[in-house]
Structure formats: C-alpha cells, structure tokens
C-alpha cells in the first residue's frame, strides 16, 4: 500500500545565497588589486618610456621619431612574447570579447606582459580583455580547488563582475553587463538572485579601486540639466552618424586581419603593426597613442580651441589605430579607445554647430561608436550617461540609442570567429 511522502524541504532563497557572499568578496578584493596592480606597473614603464628615457637621450618626448620607435619596439617586444612565453599570451585577441571561457594558468603570465608592454608602449588599447580573462582564469582554476561544489560557471560570474566593477568604479557597470548577459538563459531564481553575488564581487571591486586609486569618468563637460527637443534631436543625429563611423572599423576588420595573418610569424606582425601604429601616432600626435581615458580628459579640457577639421583627425586617426592594434595580434580592450573615438567625433559635431552643448554632442557620439564597436547596449548607455555627467541626459541617451541600435544590429561586429569572419 502507498504512502504519502512529505516532500524535502525547499531552501529559502537567503539561505543559498549567504554563502555566495564571502567568495564574492575575496574575488572582488582580488580582481581589482590585479588590476590596479597592472595599471600602476604600466604607468611606471610608461613614464620610463616616454619621459626618462628620450629625456636622457635628449629626443622630444613625443616626437614624430620617438613614437615611430617605441610602437615598433613594443611590437618587438609583444612579438616576443607571444612566440617565446609559454601560452603565446593566450588566442588571437581578435576573436576575444569580454569574458569568455577560463584559460589555462600557464597562459597568464604571457598574456599580462604582453598586455603591460601594450598599455605602455602606446597602443591604441585598453586592459579590460587581458585583466577580465586573466581574473576570470585566476577566479575559476583557484576557486574550484578551494571550494569545488561551486559551479565553475559561477566564478566565471563572479570574476567578470568584479572586474568590470574595478575598471568603471562602480557596480551598475557590471549590473547592466551581466544582466544582458543572463537575459533568455534558464537558471534558478530570480534575475537578482542570480546577479546577488556578482554584484557583491563587483562592489567589492569597485570599492577596492576607488579606496587605492580614485579613478573618474569624469572629463569636465558643462552639466546639462534641462535638455529640450532640439537636444534630443541633436543627439539621434550625432549617435546615428558616429554609430556609421564606429561601423566602417567593423566592415575593414576582416579584411586588415588577413593583411597580417599573411605575416604569419608573432615578430613580423607584431613589429609591422607597431610600425604601422608609430606612423599614425607620428601623423595624429601624442593624444591619439596609449588607451584613451587621459587623452579623452585632455581633450573635454580644451573644448573650442580645437577645429572640426583637427578633431575629425584625431577620431579617423584613432580609429585606424584601433582597427590595427586589434587585427595585428596585440592584446587589450576596445572600450576605452572607442571612448576616445567617440569623443573626438562628439566635439567635431559640436565644432561644426556650436548650438549643441557639448554633452550632448560627446555623450551621444560616445554612445554610438560604442555602440557599433562592442555590441553592448548597457554598458554603451552606461559610458555616455557617465561622460555627460547630468542624470536628465539619461532619457536623451536613451531616445538616441535606439536609432543607433538600428543601424547596428545584424552588421559586421568589431569581433572575428576563429576562422577570421566577422561576426554579426
């Protein structure tokens, strides 16, 4: 004869998550000294680089010379990385985007010197890739020693978060990635208890950094605070056309990919695309080098002292050298650069009409070459409501982003498969 058997007993929803909250801590701690860690080591070297040492020679700091010789010698360099050091500084970095699967240990050694050697030497890239695969590996392999019933999916999760955390400052970077990155996937829970202990991780990060380095988002624009019609017309205009800018990065890709993988050995690709990064440093001058941010600030700083003529340069300049560094085989990010591009398409908009406030011009110019770059709604929003610097900017950005997502979904991503196609 049956009987009725009660069933088990379901955990509330607090009980497993208390648990989570510890590695999440340890993780964002960890993530973001990493991070910092990196950034501080660069910006030493790059100070050595580009100051001590042609100080010393008695060469311009940035002279036409010395930057044609310090890309080429940090192509060198990287090109010696990638075919001596165990790992190669892990795969192609043109078919990496941010995250992805966790890398063997014995490729992080390689991939976070080559990507020291990057940041210093100039190239037009940012750390978030290396640092993001590099606290991803570090996050996985550790923590399922330590504690191996956690999902390694989860430290995926957690790493990610605390990364991106650490690089903006804040925790709404990582919140708005991670929760396009859930959207339509199956999992237990509500969508923040699934985001509960990434956001601890990515709030711990962000701490982390603002406590040790206060960095900022900051470029000093004149606060908008009560945007009009004219605004947000301005704003799908200005998205619109840079989103079509960031796209003609998109659409060459491939195609100067295959210009280099026909070099095929690390120290002659690497060497010519820093080469190649040298004679647009020379032609585009010392703000179109290195990741961007600084630059971006330099720039915002000196807003209607420089023509739409000389602005328009700065972003074909750094664009095209985004587009190399990323198809040579250099490892880095493409948010920070596209900042820049954005920006210096955003002031030239606002150079040709000066009725639009500078805001809105930077803020909606940032959005869509993002936009058309990374294929990241949020953390696109996110970028050009930070820049802005108003919270009534927010609806605009919003507003603008639409049209913009129109022109750039289902086209060429700046991302290859591992055959070299573009993806879409």
């Not at 208390?18 to 990493?34: E, K, T």
């Not at 995926?156 to 990582?174: D, E, H, K, M």
């Not at 982390?208 to 605070?225: A, E, H, M, V």
Request: charged share 10%; net charge neutral; hydrophobic share 55%.
């Amino acid at each position: 004869m049956a009987t009725d058997q009660a069933p088990p007993p379901v955990e509330s929803p607090a009980r497993l998550l208390i648990p989570q909250i510890l590695p999440a801590l340890l993780v964002g701690v960890g993530a973001s000294l990493l991070f910092l860690g990196v950034s501080a080591l660069a910006e030493k070297f790059q100070h050595v680089l580009w100051n001590n040492l042609p100080d010393a020679l008695g060469i311009g700091n940035y002279s036409s010379l010395w930057t044609i010789t310090m890309l080429t010698a940090t192509g060198i360099a990287v090109g010696l990385v990638v075919w001596k050091v165990p790992g190669h500084a892990g795969p192609d970095p043109s078919s990496e985007g941010l995250g992805g699967a966790p890398l063997a240990p014995a490729v992080l050694p390689g991939l976070l010197l080559g990507a020291t050697f990057v940041l210093a030497g100039g190239v037009s890239l940012g750390p978030e890739n290396p640092i993001i695969a590099t606290n991803i590996a570090l996050a996985y392999w550790l923590g399922r020693k330590a504690e191996p019933a956690m999902p390694g999916a989860s430290w995926v999760a957690l790493a990610s978060a605390a990364t991106i955390g650490a690089l903006f400052g804040t925790p709404v970077a990582a919140a708005l990635v991670l929760s396009e990155a859930l959207a339509g996937r199956p999992g237990r829970g509500s969508l923040w208890d699934r985001l509960f202990a990434p956001l601890v991780a990515a709030g711990t990060g962000a701490l982390t950094t603002q406590l040790l380095s206060r960095p900022s988002f900051d470029i000093g624009l004149p606060p908008l605070d009560d945007p009009g019609f004219d605004d947000v017309l301005a704003a799908v205009v200005i998205a619109c056309a840079a989103a079509v800018f960031g796209l003609v990065a998109c659409y060459l890709f491939p195609y100067v990919h295959a210009v280099f993988r026909r070099l095929r050995h690390p120290l002659v690709m690497l060497p010519v695309g820093g080469l190649v990064l040298g004679l647009l440093g020379a032609f585009g001058g010392q703000l179109t080098l290195f990741k961007g941010l600084a630059e971006t600030k330099e720039l915002a700083a000196s807003v209607g002292s420089w023509s739409s003529g000389e602005l328009i340069k700065l972003a074909v300049v750094k664009l095209l050298a985004l587009l190399v560094a990323a198809s040579c085989g250099f490892p880095g990010g493409r948010i920070f650069p596209a900042v820049f591009i954005g920006a210096a398409f955003g002031l030239c908009a606002q150079a040709l009409v000066p009725e639009v406030p500078p805001a809105v011009a930077v803020s909606s110019a940032v959005l869509g070459v993002l936009l058309a770059t990374t294929r990241q709604g949020w953390i696109s929003l996110f970028t050009g409501a930070v820049l802005a610097a108003s919270p009534s900017m927010l609806a605009v950005l919003v507003l603008a982003s639409l049209p913009a997502w129109l022109i750039v979904t289902g086209r060429p991503e700046l991302q290859l498969d591992h055959e070299g196609h573009s993806l879409h």
